[in-house]
């Protein structure tokens, strides 16, 4: 069974950085969308950032030159680096794996949602 693990949450200072890592195990999809999403508290949850197996990537307009999503494909890991936060980003950040999915404008994947992870904290103070 397909398991993602987030990790790489935590408390910054506006301005500051985080990297975020989604853990897949037991994920063999040759083609794929991963993505980051997040949701604060009272919100809709968004997508932020996807990737997908041929390095393609989209971002949402609120992060576009300061978020980075990547990936290690030998480690099944996805990354999103994120830089110049502000308090807005505050939210739960969740991991989104579609298999056979691509990439959509926004940060999201089309096709079937398939797994999400458990989620992490980043809470970002002014």
């Known amino acids: 069974q397909v398991q993602l693990v987030e990790s790489g949450g935590g408390s910054v200072q506006a301005g500051g950085s985080l990297r975020l890592s989604c853990a897949a195990s037991?994920?063999?999809?040759?083609?794929?969308?991963m993505a980051w999403f997040r949701q604060a508290p009272g919100k809709e949850r968004e997508g932020v950032a996807a990737i997908d197996s041929d390095g393609s990537t989209r971002y949402a307009d609120s992060v576009k030159g300061r978020f980075t999503i990547a990936q290690n494909n030998a480690k099944n890991t996805v990354y999103l680096l994120m830089n110049s936060l502000k308090p807005e980003g505050t939210a739960m950040y969740y991991c989104?794996?579609?298999?056979?999915?691509?990439?959509?404008?926004?940060?999201?994947?089309?096709?079937?949602?398939?797994?999400w992870g458990q989620g992490t904290q980043v809470t970002v103070s002014s």
């Open positions: 037991s994920y063999t999809y040759n083609r794929h969308c």
């Open positions: 989104l794996a579609a298999p056979g999915g691509a990439v959509l404008a926004g940060g999201d994947c089309a096709g079937e949602r398939g797994y």
